[in-house]
């Protein structure tokens, strides 16, 4: 069923320190002598390592090639129709790896419990090297997880497992015209956020938290719902009325086959982000539209054993 194994790796936080301090004394003196300690990022570096090491002995066993490759390389890795991907991580990590495949089955792994709460890395490191050969086998289910997908009418195409972001790059107000079911409404804002049910338990759940301190009133819309639901949620963030713009189209679902569409009225800056990644965000500049859906294809993170 697979010919290779794919190991997605992040850095831990002490080795994003050392890559800048170059080593780990300089790295303590830096943190102590702004108040902090070393202490806490060496134990969890401490554990993720020894989580690798458990996972990579556990792979090996498989008699598959191997590539192994960190958070950052993802976007420019050529992954394969029969890859099984492993993951080893936060579970920001799934989110990271999923919106760059094409259906291919992701392993997540939880290398430290006590501080990734695991509601996407669904496996202990001691637990692959049992569950690994019924796996391999095809003996498993998955959760089909509901992706989003932005459309630019220059023909780019970006995936988001959580949300998108449309706005700006910096911290200046868009300014675009936003079209859903025949209704449009040209606004000013920070951005308009559309989660998917993945998202719903973060972004999305805080700006509706915000919303119903500020108003108290109860939320219109239910989140979290599930990840599975082909339907994603918008929200325009801090909405500005004015003669020129409006508010009365500031939220709502887009549902399986319903498209919004946004056209950018900005001279510069403009952004679509996916899942917070600025890195490959696409261009959304004056002559750009985006329409945003629910991506046919679906992200699938493995669950059970048959």
């Known amino acids: 069923m697979f010919d ?20 780990r004394s300089r790295v303590a003196f830096f943190l102590e002598s702004r108040g902090g300690s070393i202490d806490e990022f060496a134990v969890e570096d401490d554990r993720y390592t020894g989580a690798l090491r458990t996972l990579d002995r556990a792979l090996q066993r498989a008699e598959l090639p191997i590539a192994r490759i960190e958070r950052a390389h993802v976007s420019h890795f050529d992954f394969r129709a029969k890859d099984l991907v492993v993951a080893l991580g936060p579970d920001g990590l799934f989110v990271n790896v999923a919106k760059y495949l094409s259906g291919q089955p992701v392993l997540t792994v939880n290398p430290d419990p006590e501080r990734i709460d695991g509601v996407l890395m669904r496996h202990a490191p001691e637990a692959v090297a049992r569950v690994l050969p019924k796996i391999l086998l095809g003996q498993f289910t998955t959760e089909s997880i509901t992706l989003a997908q932005a459309t630019t009418n220059d023909g780019q195409t970006l995936l988001a497992v959580n949300e998108f972001l449309v706005g700006r790059r910096d911290q200046g107000s868009s300014r675009y015209r936003l079209t859903l079911k025949g209704q449009e409404e040209r606004q000013s804002s920070s951005g308009i956020l559309v989660s998917t049910g993945t998202g719903s338990t973060g972004w999305m759940k805080s700006v509706m938290a915000g919303a119903s301190a500020l108003t108290g009133s109860l939320p219109r819309y239910t989140v979290p719902f599930p990840r599975d639901n082909k339907q994603l949620l918008f929200a325009v963030r801090e909405p500005w009325e004015s003669q020129w713009t409006g508010v009365s189209l500031t939220h709502g679902h887009v549902r399986y086959r319903e498209e919004l569409t946004i056209h950018s009225e900005m001279s510069e800056g403009g952004a679509i982000s996916s899942d917070g990644v600025l890195e490959d965000a696409i261009d959304f500049n004056a002559g750009t539209s985006v329409t945003i859906r629910v991506a046919d294809q679906s992200a699938q993170l493995i669950t059970t054993l048959l």
Do not use: F
């Open 4 to 23: 290779r194994i794919v190991l997605v790796t992040k850095l831990t936080r002490l080795q994003e320190l050392l890559a800048r301090h170059h080593s």
